[in-house]
């Protein structure tokens, strides 16, 4: 009797657990989404890192990078990848992050481009050159099918506003 | 394992740092409110064999923190400008708040006793019963028993609300300036008519929990690196003022009439024949509207050929020209001892320099004051 909680709870742990990864489970292919930001550690030679680090404390005029990591956990190798992620509500799109393929962007979530190719209709008529502030939507393509156990990650830059 | 490798690499090229200050020229009220939760889910659509599928990823959710900003500032130019004595004199301030959300703010009214340095001049006297009051009613003009509220309560983002400081100027010869500011903390708001407690910065090295909005100072040092009535990024705020007695000198101006009471032969009109009563009048005029004179002393010495009719000093309120010196004067005793006197006119009369000294306690800016006296011809 005395002894039956510990179970249960690490039961009870895992049952919380799994509909998060229930949710991503059914395909092969899993994404995991997180938001981090940059802090600045000090270095032993007395130099100053920059690391990511999860977004705790985050405010207004604050910049954040969204990582996405994927991985073909399944057996089959996946063709035709496509990460497609809606900007969240409240951050604004700055530019890819350093080390992450260039994402293409969309200012409608359907028309998908390169952020130079893409303009933006002006009330008066006519249009202007698209602003990163424009982009709604970022995208990105696998060109190669994704083999079995392969993975990695995209990442972008976004403010909070 | 796999991940802390790839994101080694991407923070391998970090030269991009430039890019953090692109949208932090924004108003308070355009930012994210504070407590607002930010998700972020990607979707994914690829084929195995053929077969479309698609994925979505796990939701990221992080949840903004509350950046206190805010500025004070003082709304007048130059100094307030007051008289000895004078109550309710108000300084004049600006709170805006620049926060993400919605605060409260604790006023506290300070007198600078040191020279700040931010204001022309030297500090050299402090009001009494100094307080702070909020624009209640919102026309920036102090009024009393209607801007009643001592501390700002639930001020919007990028709202501003204007307090005032109030205090008395004290009676004291030679104040010339004094220096006040309004501190300002910023407090918790969301309950309306609640006065918040003031708010306390999240420690930066506590492990923070996702979900619970932080704190975070972002205000800036209001008076400048120089001076230390306020610091950056400590919630707080202050502005100057001052107050300043400018009128040192009125324009007054005394007239002396005489006329002939009796002369012991004709009732109509006496003249001023040796045993006539003479009635001397000093019509003191302070044609300065704002600003009263004290402490005026008026010696006049009584003629050759007459004498002073003792006891016959009248200080009071003007009367009609020509007809009466003094409508409503009160008597004054000759003798120097003003101990017993209550009024704050006091005179004497000196039999041996023949010399009458009449002290009046204030002339009202704009008003005056008479004073008369009797002598005999000899």
Known sequence: MFRSPFPLTAVALAAVALPAAAAAAPGPLQISSRVMVETRARAADGTTRLALAPARRVVPGDRVTVVLAYRNTGAQPLAGVTLDNPIPRGLVYRAPAPGSAAPAVSLDGRRYAALDQLRVALPGGGTRAALPDDVTHVRWRLDRPLTAGGGGEFAFQAVLH | ?378
């Open chain 2, 1 to 378: 394992m796999f991940v802390k490798r790839a994101l080694a690499v991407m923070l391998a090229g970090t030269g991009t740092l430039a890019l953090a200050t692109a949208a932090q020229a924004q108003s308070a009220a355009s930012e994210t409110t504070a407590g607002t939760s930010i998700s972020n889910t990607a979707s994914a659509t690829y084929t195995v064999n053929g077969a479309p599928q698609t994925a979505t990823s796990t939701t990221a959710t992080f949840v903004v923190d509350r950046k206190v900003n805010f500025t004070v500032v003082t709304t007048q130019t130059g100094f307030t400008q007051v008289n000895l004595g004078q109550q309710d004199a108000v300084t004049t301030f600006r709170v805006t708040n620049l926060t993400n959300g919605v605060q409260d703010f604790l006023l506290d009214p300070d007198q600078q006793n040191i020279s700040v340095g931010i204001l022309p001049g030297t500090d050299n006297f402090d009001l009494t019963n100094l307080r702070a009051f909020v624009d209640s009613n919102n026309n920036g003009i102090y009024d009393p028993g209607v801007d009643t509220a001592t501390w700002i309560d639930e001020l919007a983002p990028d709202a501003s609300v204007t307090v005032f400081i109030v205090g008395n100027v004290p009676n004291q010869a030679g104040a010339q300036l004094a220096f006040d500011s309004l501190h300002v903390t910023a407090a918790a708001g969301g309950s309306t008519a609640v006065k918040g407690t003031a708010l306390v910065a999240t420690d930066l090295n506590l492990g923070n929990a996702d979900n619970t909005v932080d704190i975070v100072f972002a205000d800036d040092d209001s008076d400048g690196l120089l001076y230390l009535g306020d610091v950056a990024r400590n919630g707080q705020g202050r502005a100057y003022a001052g107050y300043q007695v400018v009128t040192t000198n009125v324009a007054l101006s005394v007239m002396k009439s005489v006329r002939v009471l009796d002369d012991g032969v004709n009732t109509l009109n006496p003249k001023a024949i040796p045993g006539a009563t003479l009635e001397y009048c000093l019509r003191v005029v302070n044609a300065t509207l704002t600003t009263p004179a004290d402490a005026v002393t008026l010696t006049d010495i009584v003629p050759t050929h007459t004498t002073y009719v003792p006891g016959s000093i009248s200080i009071g309120t003007p009367g009609v020209l020509g007809i009466a010196c003094v409508a409503s004067g009160s008597p004054e005793d000759d003798d120097a001892d003003d101990s017993g006197d209550s009024d704050g006119a006091i005179a004497n009369y000196d039999a041996g320099t023949k010399t009458l000294t009449a002290r009046l306690d204030r002339v009202a800016g704009g008003g005056s004051t008479a004073v008369s006296f009797k002598v005999k011809i000899d």
